[in-house]
């Protein structure tokens, strides 16, 4: 681009401010020649780029590189100190990033020992140090580093994704399994060791609560109200766990509406599966404390004995009356006992005949398209209800197909497969054939109905 100066005819004349203005500005510094070496910044991308034949926009995407691995390698590295070191196995190094769903993040960033309690800090921390040790550009510069062996930062990049953004490592922690595995304190603990081993176990549990603040363990001081409001609490133990983790994806590509509502159908069945599964832990859980908490022996040995004493001392029960009651409670524990295996045996016949309706359902669903087929055969077989000696019009068989199919897509699979029950032997009786699909249109509420109507 170059500039061109154009020379007016006359001269602009002085404000008259400035014509009538005394003011001085002081003296300008004398000239005074300088020699100027071509050094700094400027001067070295100007160089690189007259050297290396680079355009400007080259220029400046290489110039953002450099400064992206100055400041990798300018991290530092005692800003980590409260995050602990934890050895790095082959198989941990050896994960592929594109099974991330399987894969533990807190592990892969050096945060096992922490994992739900560490802090937002703490994962940005532990990320930083993961990167400067396992970045493509450090490695780069090992002997025999491959190019294309940077599976386990890809990992660490998802494992930063998923625990430094709220709402995905809440959804992540929902499915921890290592909290799982850590709540099985062992069975026959003395009592001084109750405390110790169940606190922290309803401690991580706690976490999952809906409701806050949690209700505590307490000690061997605690009294019996507040022992009976800890239990209370946790058999109505209400969690905001959700499983959507495990949800399984539409494949890649698809535009079918049906295979999505499918897969969401499948994927709502397995978090309703997996919540049940872990009310049913947390409820065990708890069935275990209590079942070895020495405070409740206590109470319940300290009632024994208060009612022993009411018996023996003065206005005690007579043994009458105390046989009487061990008479009463007796028939009442029978009564109960009978109850409850008349109930069992309901339930088992009940499950039974579950099963066989469920196992013929299947069986229907599975000759589904045999029995459609074979009523179609039918209205075939019967010149499509039309008179002896007429020849079916395409759209007329057509238009008698389509409300064939109608029908039957209206009905349960056993339904159809007692629709084919009714046509079989009907291939003679054209009239009987019709009026029993006008019936089982009736029962499957299809419009319509104007080729097998007419």
């Not at 400064?67 to 082959?90: A, H, K, M, T």
């Not at 991330?100 to 990320?127: C, F, M, N």
């Not at 993961?130 to 550009?137: A, C, E, G, I, Q």
């Not at 409701?211 to 946790?234: C, H, T």
Request: hydrophobic fraction near 35%; glycine fraction near 4%.
């Amino acid at each position: 681009m170059t500039t061109t100066v154009q020379h007016l005819p006359f001269e602009l004349p002085l404000s008259s401010q400035a014509s009538t203005s005394k003011q001085s500005f002081g003296k300008l510094s004398p000239l005074v020649k300088r020699k100027v070496e071509p050094v700094g910044p400027a001067y070295r991308a100007h160089a690189r780029r007259v050297l290396q034949g680079f355009s400007f926009e080259q220029d400046d995407k290489i110039k953002a590189e450099e400064d992206e691995r100055n400041g990798l390698n300018n991290i530092d590295e005692e800003d980590g100190d409260d995050v602990p070191e934890e050895e790095e196995s082959n198989a941990l190094l050896a994960l592929d990033p594109k099974e991330w769903k399987k894969q533990d993040h807190y592990a892969v960033l050096g945060l096992s020992s922490l994992r739900y309690k560490a802090t937002p800090e703490q994962i940005k921390k532990a990320h930083r140090k993961k990167v400067l040790k396992h970045h493509p550009d450090k490695k780069a510069k090992l002997a025999g580093h491959n190019a294309n062996d940077d599976s386990f930062f890809k990992c660490i990049a998802k494992a930063y994704d998923t625990l430094s953004v709220p709402e995905k490592r809440r959804i992540f922690d929902s499915a921890d399994e290592a909290i799982d595995q850590d709540d099985t304190p062992p069975r026959n603990l003395p009592a001084s060791e109750f405390f110790t081993a169940w606190a922290p176990v309803f401690e991580r549990e706690g976490r999952f609560s809906k409701k806050q603040p949690v209700a505590r363990l307490g000690d061997a001081s605690s009294s019996k109200p507040e022992v009976e409001d800890f239990y209370d609490f946790w058999y109505n133990f209400d969690s905001w766990r959700s499983f959507e983790y495990y949800d399984k994806e539409v494949n890649e590509g698809t535009d079918s509406r049906d295979e999505k509502r499918h897969a969401e159908r499948k994927n709502k069945s397995e978090r309703a599966k997996r919540k049940k599964e872990d009310v049913a832990r947390v409820r065990m859980l708890v069935d275990d404390a209590m079942a070895a908490d020495p405070r409740l022996k206590a109470f319940k040995q300290k009632e024994k004995a208060a009612r022993d004493a009411k018996k023996k001392g003065p206005g005690g029960k007579t043994a009458a009356q105390i046989e009487q009651e061990a008479a009463d409670k007796k028939a009442a524990e029978e009564a109960e006992a009978k109850a409850k295996a008349d109930a069992e045996k309901q339930a088992a016949e009940a499950k039974v005949g579950a099963a066989a309706n469920k196992k013929a359902k299947e069986a229907a669903r599975k000759n589904l398209k045999k029995d459609q087929k074979a009523i179609a055969e039918v209205v075939k077989s019967s010149n499509y209800f039309l008179p002896a000696g007429q020849a079916p019009e395409p759209a007329k068989v057509e238009a008698q197909l389509n409300e064939l199919d109608v029908i039957t897509k209206a009905l349960e699979p056993e339904q159809v497969s007692a629709f084919r029950k009714e046509l079989d032997g009907k291939k003679a009786d054209s009239a009987a054939a019709k009026s029993i699909v006008i019936s089982w249109a009736a029962t499957s509420k299809a419009s319509g109905l104007s080729e097998f109507a007419s």
